[in-house]
């Protein structure tokens, strides 16, 4: 491996990640910023991660991120779709077992759009009888 850098795209809801990986030591930044102070709430950070504890590959690569829309949560998921497939394209092998544990393949869930004639996607106004 000649410095190679690999490059892949995840999403998640409105959530754009664009990812760059290379062999190193286990550096993740997001946004020019470290992975720990970008995003706070240890359940994401767990969700960032797992494709390497899944392939077994913590610390062996450097990452570098950009993400854009949504919120943190649906960030990490991106960041964790395109980490994900990063993994794939970077070894062949890699491939099954990150397909089997449902990481490549793109969460579908989308906010459903409101309704004319309703304050919301699925509520009513409320009923008036006098």
Known sequence: MAEELIHAVGKRKTAVARVWMKPGTGMIIINKRPMEEYITRETDRILVKEPFELTGTLGKFDIKVNVRGGGISGQAGAIRHGISRALAISNPEFRLSLKKAGLLT????????????QPG??????????
Not at 124 to 129: G, I, L, M, V
């Open 106 to 117: 793109r969460d579908p869930r989308m906010k459903e759009r409101k309704k004319y004639g």
């Open 121 to 130: 996607a699925r509520k009513r106004f409320q009923y008036s009888k006098r």
